[in-house]
Nanobody, 126 residues
Framework: QVQLQESGGGSVQSGGSLRLSCVVS????????MGWFRQVPGNEREGVAT???????NYAESVKGRFTISKDNAANTLYLKMSSLNSEDTAMYYC????????????????????WGQGTQVTVSS
């Protein structure tokens, strides 16, 4: 059974950093497009970043230069390093897996991703 488990969320002051992790199991991790998404109550889930097997990476404009997505295939773990956090980054963060390739057009569409974790909360206070 496919499982994704996020961790690393928490509360941080504006300007601070956090690193999220997502451990995946139950499938060949390296054969999927992996991504991070976030959602604020009342809003749609939005794409943050994706990475594929060739390490082609997409970022939302709002996080470029501040967030870094990476993965450790040997450890079956996806990461999101977040720096210079601000209040607009406050959200529930989810990792997700979908079919390759991630692509560069409409990469952030949530309906492309079949498997989802339960999320980890990130709260940034000013």
């Amino acid at each position: 059974q496919v499982q994704l488990q996020e961790s690393g969320g928490g509360s941080v002051q504006s300007g601070g950093s956090l690193r999220l992790s997502c451990v995946v199991s139950g499938y060949r991790y390296s054969t999927y497009c992996m991504g991070w998404f976030r959602q604020v109550p009342g809003n749609e889930r939005e794409g943050v970043a994706t990475i594929d097997t060739d390490k082609i990476i997409n970022y939302a404009e709002s996080v470029k230069g501040r967030f870094t997505i990476s993965k450790d295939n040997a450890a079956n773990t996806l990461y999101l390093k977040m720096s210079s956090l601000n209040s607009e980054d406050t959200a529930m963060y989810y990792c997700a897996a979908g079919p390759l390739p991630c692509g560069t057009w409409n990469w952030e569409r949530t309906d492309r991703f079949r498997y989802w974790g339960q999320g980890t909360q990130v709260t940034v206070s000013s």
